[in-house]
Each structure stands twice: as structure tokens, then as C-alpha cells.
């Protein structure tokens, strides 16, 4: 019987030793590999000659057969024993089990990683070897890329759940744990554990919701209040849309934390009712300004006009100075009550804009005009002005205003000289005006040879009340300009002032092209 065991394991060798003489198994997808054990005087394994590889080892990686079929297995790769590896074909021969792993190996600067298993065969064992790298990549890849989530929505303060509603499970990112301050998978993530971190004052209506999206599988989306393991107070965004499954229904959705933003409503909200209160107390100061600070100015001047007329020539030069004085200040008053509600009604207008020709404007302002240009012989030339979108008596304002300004600034003696020039410019990422918006405007520049003013004043002079000169010098009220700046920016438009004093000012305008 000992004799034809051996003879039958003598043929299994020389069928074994034929297969892979004739590489018959180079056709395989798999590295195949037959290894001979080493003994030490022991008795011990202590390496493994390679007796056999097939051709596959040299499409995976760049190492070549020949060089390694008789070689020692560890004295040609010592990964082999830092990877556990061989341990495993030590075992696998002594024991004859067969064993299944996984290993990584490092060739030049290539990772390949093997799905391996080891068997017992004849004198030696076989080691096939799949490669699974391209797996591998893709599992760090998809590993990557969870925690590039997980990192995510902890940055943007959101979490995200799936709700199985058979179940009645949940299961949650990690971030939803944080967002209740619970370290992740703390505490089991079940569906009524989840709602009893919801405001006691909320709770209610929140379940009102969930039950009644459940019956008609709405989306939700609800912001509600919740309690953490702190005892903090936050509000949170929830969002959750329905998923049919099988016999059975998902709700996927997410968490947001929206405290910041909710905090920031209520303070734009306190803001916007002290804004619409200061709205209110400037009507109310229309309304006086209208009226009741009106009516009384016109009965002073009506009973000044009176005095001067009964007491001319009676009075003598210091009292008659006083009077004049007086007769100056109410002017002056009435004409600066007159720009406040000229300024604050600028945006009140109910008129819609119309097409309006700015060669009209200009002739309705130089009729209007016409006695202070006939006593100063002012020369006032202009372009063939465009026509656009506005609101006509504000146009008017706005001419009359910088029109007025280069008659009144002007040394005595000097006949003023006004030049109105009409260009089409275009505002885009390459040529930035101001702050207006990408399209075509009309630039009128509005130009004279008054005293003008120091160039670094050119923002300034567009502020309210904002004087350049004393009052005795010049009359007017600081605010003619800034009612120029307002109307100009409520047809989204733009105003600029340039000059050197002595040396006139340019006042360029910027009103929005009909054309696109």
C-alpha cells in the first residue's frame, strides 16, 4: 500500500511539474505561483523556492519570471515576510488548511494590491494571487471622498439622515450627532430619540407636520427649535424628501443649523421697524416742514413786505440794515425748507417712468433761468442731448441745480460760460464707473469757468448741508448738490465733481442708455 501512495503522489508531482514546464497556466487571469518549502536543520520552514510563475505577474507589475523561478522566496521579496504572507504558506503547508487574505505590495514606485489564497499542492503550495488594485483605488477614493463629506458638512453646520419608515431607524452622518454636541453614533439614532430634542413649545406642530407629510409623502421642510446635550438653545433647518423602496418608503433629507441666521433676522427686522418709525418721523417732519414751518415763514415775510413798504425812507441806515437783514434770512429759510422737502421726497414719487427728451428739459430750465443768464450774459452751448428713461420734473431739478451753481459760483466780472457735452460710453469688467452696473450711459458733462473748487472736496460737495463757501459769499442752502446726487442715483445713474480752484468745474452725469 506505502508503495502505490507513493507512486501515486510521484505521478501527481511529474502531471504538476508538466503544467507548469509547458505553461499551461499562463493563460490565466490570475498570478499563479507554486512554492517549495526550505528546511532548516530543525526541521523548520525557513523559505520557499519558487518553482513556478505564470506570465500574468509580468502584465500586473515589472518584474520578470525568469529572474524569479528558483529563486528563494524572501531572499527575492522580503515584503513577503513583513506582510504576514509568508506565515501564511508555513501554515498552509503544515497544516494543509487552505488560507484566503488580502495583501499590499510596493514595486518601484507601483501599488498592487492581491485577493489571494494559499493551497496545499503535492510537495508545495500554490499561491493565486487577483489582482485587486483598481478596487482598492476606488474604495480610498470613495474613503476620501466620505471624509471630504463628513468635513463638509461639518463647515457648513449640516447633517444628513435617511429614515426608514418601517423601521422606524435612522441612520445619520456624524455631523448630526455633533450638531445635538453628542460625539458620533453617541446615542442610537431612532426616529422618536431624535424628537425628543425638539423644543417642548415646538414639539407639537413638528409632529403635526411629520404625520401629515407621512400620509400625502410631501417634502418637508420645517425650522424649528431644538435643546442639546448642553442644554443649548439652536434652531434648525430641516429638509426631507420622500423615496419609494420595494414595499416599503425612505425619507431622505438633511439638518442645518440656522441659528446665526435666524439671529440675524430678528436683528434686520428690529432694524426695519426703527427704519420704517424714522420713516414715519420724517413724514411727520414733511408734514410740518409743509406746513406748519411754512405757513408762519410766509406770514413773517408777508408782514416784513409791509414794514419795508410803510417804513421806506422813514427808517434810518442802521435800522434800515436790520431790516434788510431779516428780509435776507427768511428768504434764505424759505428757500432751505423748500431743498429739505425737495431732498426727502426724491424717492417718494409715485410717477412712473416715461421717455423723456433732454433738449426739452434743458430749454424748460433755461426759460426758467432766462433773468439771471440775461443779467450775467452767460454763453451756454450743448450737444444734441439724448433721450431717457425718467421722471421729468426731477431731470428739471437736476439741470436747474448744476445750471444755477455755474451762474451763482462765478468771480464778479466774469461773464459765466457753460458747456454741456453729450457722449455714449460703456460700463463693463474692463471699464468700471462708480458703482454702476454693466450697460450703456449717457455721460453729460457739465462744464464752467467759476471759481471751482479744491479737487479733494470732489465727494464731499455732494453731502448734505456740506458748504464750500460762507453764506455771506455765496447764497444757497448745501443742498442743491446733494439733491443733484439723489435724483441722478434714483434713475441708477451717477454723479462725479472735478475742478482746481480758479479754474472751473466739471460735474459729470451718468444716466442709463435707452440702447443696450
Known amino acids: 500500500m506505502p508503495d502505490r501512495i507513493a507512486l501515486r503522489n510521484r505521478i501527481s508531482e511529474l502531471e504538476i511539474s508538466k503544467m507548469f514546464k509547458e505553461r499551461l497556466l499562463d493563460s490565466s487571469n490570475n498570478v499563479i505561483a507554486y512554492l517549495e518549502p526550505m528546511f532548516d536543520k ?10 513556478y510563475v505564470n506570465n500574468r505577474i509580468e502584465e500586473i507589475t515589472s518584474l520578470e519570471t525568469k529572474d524569479m523561478i528558483g529563486m528563494r522566496w524572501l531572499e527575492y521579496d522580503a515584503q513577503n515576510l513583513t506582510n504576514g504572507v509568508f506565515d501564511y504558506a508555513k501554515n498552509c503547508f503544515t497544516t494543509g488548511e487552505t488560507f484566503d487574505y488580502i ?5 518601484g514606485d507601483q501599488v498592487v494590491w492581491f485577493s489571494a489564497r494559499l493551497v496545499k499542492l503535492e510537495a508545495g503550495v500554490v499561491n493565486f494571487l487577483k489582482d485587486i488594485s483598481k478596487e482598492k483605488e476606488y474604495e480610498e477614493q470613495l474613503l476620501v471622498q466620505n471624509r471630504l463629506l463628513i468635513e463638509a458638512e461639518h463647515v457648513a453646520s449640516i447633517g444628513s439622515f435617511r429614515w426608514d419608515l418601517n423601521k422606524g431607524t435612522l441612520d445619520l452622518s456624524e455631523n448630526v450627532y455633533r450638531l445635538l454636541h453628542y460625539e458620533p453614533f453617541e446615542i442610537e439614532p431612532t426616529f422618536e430619540g ?12 413638528v409632529r403635526e407636520v411629520i404625520e401629515k407629510s407621512r400620509k400625502t409623502k410631501e417634502r418637508i421642510d420645517i425650522t424649528f427649535k431644538i435643546v442639546t446635550k448642553t442644554g443649548e438653545e439652536r434652531y434648525v433647518n430641516t429638509i426631507g424628501e420622500y423615496y419609494p423602496s420595494a414595499n416599503n418608503w425612505y425619507v431622505v433629507g438633511v439638518f442645518k443649523d440656522v441659528t446665526k441666521q435666524i439671529e440675524q433676522e430678528s436683528i434686520l427686522q428690529a432694524r426695519n421697524a426703527e427704519l420704517k418709525k424714522s420713516n414715519s418721523d420724517l413724514e411727520a417732519f414733511n408734514r410740518i416742514a409743509s406746513h406748519d414751518l411754512q405757513e408762519p415763514l410766509r406770514k413773517i415775510q408777508m408782514f416784513i413786505s409791509r414794514l419795508y413798504d410803510e417804513e421806506k425812507g422813514k427808517l434810518g441806515p442802521r435800522s434800515q440794515n436790520y431790516l434788510d ?24 414719487v409715485d410717477d412712473t417712468p416715461m421717455r423723456i427728451d433732454l433738449n426739452e428739459v434743458l430749454a424748460d430750465v433755461l426759460e426758467d433761468l432766462g433773468q439771471r443768464i440775461e443779467e450775467t450774459g452767460a454763453s451756454i452751448d450743448a450737444d444734441k442731448l439724448p433721450e431717457i428713461n425718467g421722471i421729468q420734473f426731477q431731470l428739471e431739478q437736476l439741470f436747474l441745480n448744476l445750471i444755477g451753481n ?71 442752502t448745501g443742498l442743491g448738490l446733494a439733491i443733484c446726487k439723489k435724483i441722478v442715483e434714483a434713475h441708477n445713474g451717477a454723479i462725479q465733481g472735478t475742478s482746481k480752484n480758479n479754474q472751473g468745474a466739471v460735474f459729470t452725469v451718468y444716466l442709463p442708455s435707452l440702447s443696450k
Not at 530543525?42 to 518553482?51: A, C, M, P, S, T
Not at 495583501?103 to 514595486?107: A, G
Not at 457722449?423 to 467759476?450: A, C, Q, W
Open 103 to 107: 495583501s499590499k505590495y510596493v514595486f
Open 325 to 348: 437783514k431779516v428780509i435776507s434770512s427768511t428768504e434764505r429759510m424759505r428757500n432751505l425748507i423748500s431743498n429739505l422737502l425737495s431732498y426727502s421726497r426724491i424717492e417718494e
Open 406 to 476: 455755474s451762474l451763482k459760483y462765478v468771480e464778479a466780472g466774469v461773464v459765466p460760460m457753460i458747456r454741456i457735452k453729450n457722449t455714449l460710453v460703456s460700463v463693463d469688467r474692463f471699464n468700471k464707473i462708480s458703482n454702476l452696473s454693466p450697460g450703456n450711459y449717457h455721460k453729460l458733462e457739465f462744464t464752467d469757468n467759476g471759481i471751482g473748487f479744491d479737487d479733494q472736496y470732489g465727494e464731499k460737495i455732494f453731502e448734505i448741508f456740506q458748504r464750500l463757501h460762507g453764506k455771506n459769499e455765496y447764497s444757497g
Open 42 to 51: 530543525e526541521g523548520q520552514i525557513e523559505d520557499f523556492v519558487i518553482k
Open 194 to 205: 431624535i424628537l425628543k430634542f425638539i423644543h417642548k413649545k415646538d414639539i407639537k406642530w
